[in-house]
């Protein structure tokens, strides 16, 4: 008699038993294909995030370098005489410069955004040279005032390079910062006179 209620009570509740482990395996499986989605969506978010800082870099470190050239051809464009179409290219580059630092500003990071800050700097200072030397006439004033702009233009070139290896290491084409990296390169080691 106990032989056969454990037989026609156990066979119900071997029913509800596995119905019961069914369902958790299935919650656990519903659980984890859940965890993939979220993990594939950081991801992808991570990817875009990415992709995003990549192309502001790109475009920022560019055009910083096209302003800064663009303003040494038209100094030396000016020391040499004509330099209407140096003039016109070294406004568009400002112009393109601007715009990509305003960009950036919405997507580079704090330490980045310090960095170029310092090389924009420069590039302003420079610019505000450039411009007054355009204005004066072709004297030894004028020609130390250009003697200047391109000091202060060859000494932006190390700094954009300690910009770059602080992009390459956010967007994950570099695993550490260069031995030679100084975040400090811009306040120490080329000083150069900001006197108009």
Known sequence: MIVTIVGVGGTPASAVVTQVLSQRAELRRLEEQKQARLAEQRAAADHRRTDQLRHCYVQLNAHDRHYRDAMLA????????????EAVEASNARRAQRDTRAEAQLVASDAVLELEGRVNDRLRTAYSYLMKAADESDSPTRRARLDQVI??????????GHVRALMRLEVGNAQQLPDWYDPEIGLTTHQVSTQP
């Not at 038209?74 to 179409?85: F, T, V």
């Not at 000091?151 to 954009?160: E, H, K, T, V, Y």
Request: charged residues 15%; without cysteine; glycine residues 10%.
């Open 151 to 160: 000091g202060l233009l060859d000494s932006i070139i190390p700094q954009q």
């Open 74 to 85: 038209y100094a030396h464009a000016l020391e040499s005489g004509s330099a209407d179409a």
